[in-house]
């Protein structure tokens, strides 16, 4: 019993692998037919897709066959009208050489002629030169026997006539040229002259100011001649005190309730007269009170000075300025020079040197910036060695102004060359303002001995017989001898003379040198 169930579990394992086997072989059978199917179908349709391609490739084939034949046609066109074109122009082109051919054979032929007609000449000219050295040899001897001659005759050399000649022809180049030169000075002048007068007139015009002279004294009036005694205080106490505080002299004297204070410094002379006047206002004088009074008065002053200085650069439109170069502007204010103001002096001299800046067409800030700047040294020579130009460029350059600027305050008074117009208009702006009448004083000794120095400068010259100083030493006319000094020698003197006083003079404003030549021819009737 036990061995039946696994016969029949073996044979139903055959059966099933042996189904398994059939089914397997059935399945590869169909898919080997199905791939046949599939394969033959394939074919046909490479098959149609071929034959596709073909008809396309024929078509394509004919296309482009047409195509090129149509290219070659094109191309055989445009071969044919470029041989046309060049057989044409090689044809003009012999034609053209034909003619050249033609014209060359007659410039040849000319040529020809010309060399035949040039060889002529040249033999003409030989046979004309060889007969010019004959001629020029014996010329040259005739010139020497002539020369031989005349020296005989004459009894000098070639070399002593030629120098005779030369100093002869020199001396009627130098009369010609003093003439033309005289004429050109006096043309110029005339013009430059008119053109000045028109710039400096117009510049005065439009900056005219009235001068006062500054004095040396100031006068305090004071309510009762019983406050003098109170000023000189007890065996004087008082009033040294004052003078030593201030550096001012007190002159009390006999006039009723008036007090001179005297000194050369006005800063000083107004630091006193303000300080005498706040103690009569108040009352106590006494040497403590006196040098508190001082003290308080100066450090006012300074507050004055400062807004001085800034109602200046306003007046002279001048923008920027460092405070400290406005407070010595201000400072100027009490500074004077022959008795003109400075800071007045200052603004007329900005004023006039920027109008006629704009009328010459130069640099109209520089000019009023430099004049403005001119005379900043004068508020500091009193305390410090050197002349104010000096000092003026130390402290501009100290705080940085325009190198221009300098320069103009540098040369004013010729201590270098001057090299801009600016700095020619500041120079002529600062010498109208000092020179025009009621400006300037100086003292009568000073004013006496430049005329006589003007007058011995111009007699010290050949030829001139007298000389004269005129209109206040504005004006110097010389007389000169007829026979010694002609027309030019005369235009010739003035310049020296001019150039003389420059270097050895110091005026204000210009001198006028005028040279008088004339002959007088006198006979008596008897």
Request: charged residues 30%; contains cysteine; glycine residues 4%.
């Amino acid at each position: 019993m036990f061995a039946t169930p696994m016969a029949t579990f073996a044979v139903s394992l055959v059966c099933l692998l042996t189904g398994l086997i059939l089914g397997l072989i059935g399945r590869i059978a169909y898919d080997r037919q199905k791939s046949k199917s599939t394969l033959a179908s394939a074919e046909e349709e490479s098959k149609k897709i071929l034959e596709l391609a073909v008809r396309e490739a024929e078509t394509k084939k004919k296309e482009i066959v047409l195509e090129a034949r149509d290219h070659l046609l094109r191309e055989r066109q445009e071969f044919d009208d470029l041989t046309r074109r060049q057989r044409d122009e090689f044809e003009s082109t012999q034609e053209h050489l034909s003619a050249l051919d033609k014209q060359l054979s007659l410039i040849r032929r000319e040529h020809g002629d010309a060399e035949r007609d040039f060889e002529a000449r040249r033999l003409d000219l030989n046979t004309r030169m060889q007969a010019f050295g004959r001629k020029e040899s014996e010329l040259e001897r005739m010139l020497h026997e002539e020369r031989l001659h005349l020296e005989k005759s004459a009894g000098l050399s070639a070399d002593e006539a030629r120098r005779m000649l030369m100093k002869t022809i020199e001396k009627d180049a130098r009369r010609e040229s003093a003439d033309i030169l005289k004429a050109l000075e006096d043309e110029t002048r005339e013009n430059a002259d008119r053109k000045a007068k028109q710039v400096i007139s117009l510049a005065i015009q439009r900056w005219a100011s009235a001068h006062t002279a500054e004095n040396t004294v100031s006068v305090v009036h004071i309510p009762s001649e019983d406050m003098k005694g109170r000023i000189i205080g007890r065996e004087g106490r008082n009033i040294r005190a004052l003078e030593n505080a201030t550096g001012v002299d007190l002159i009390i004297d006999d006039t009723p309730e008036t007090v001179v204070l005297s000194c050369f410094n006005i800063f000083r002379r107004e630091v006193a007269r303000l300080s005498l006047e706040q103690l009569l206002q108040d009352g106590r004088i006494h040497p403590s009170r006196i040098e508190e009074v001082v003290q308080k008065v100066k450090d006012e002053m300074e507050g004055q000075i400062m807004a001085t200085g800034e109602q200046a650069c306003v007046e002279a439109n001048m923008m920027g300025l460092h405070p400290e170069l406005m407070r010595l502007i201000g400072k100027l204010k009490y500074r004077t020079s022959y008795g003109q103001n400075i800071l007045t002096h200052t603004l007329e001299v900005s004023h006039l040197a920027a109008t006629m800046a704009a009328e010459i067409g130069a640099n109209v800030e520089v000019a009023r910036r430099g004049a403005f700047l001119h005379d900043i040294g004068k508020a500091l020579d009193q305390d410090r060695e050197g002349t104010h130009t000096a000092l003026g460029v130390e402290i501009l350059r100290k705080y940085n102004e325009n190198p221009a600027v300098i320069h103009c305050v540098e040369a004013h008074h010729n201590d270098v060359e001057l090299e801009t117009v600016e700095a020619y208009l500041v120079q002529a702006a600062d010498a109208i303002s000092a020179s025009r009448p009621g400006a300037r004083r100086e003292s009568l000794e000073t004013y006496i001995k430049r005329l006589k120095k003007l007058e011995e400068i111009a007699v010290g010259f050949n030829g001139v017989t007298q000389a004269y100083a005129l209109q206040a030493g504005r004006e110097v006319r010389i007389m000169v001898a007829h026979d010694l000094v002609n027309d030019a020698q005369a235009s010739q003197l003035a310049r020296d003379v001019a150039r003389r006083v420059e270097s050895e003079l110091e005026y204000p404003g210009q001198i006028k040198v005028q040279v008088i030549r004339e002959m007088r021819a006198v006979e008596f009737a008897k």
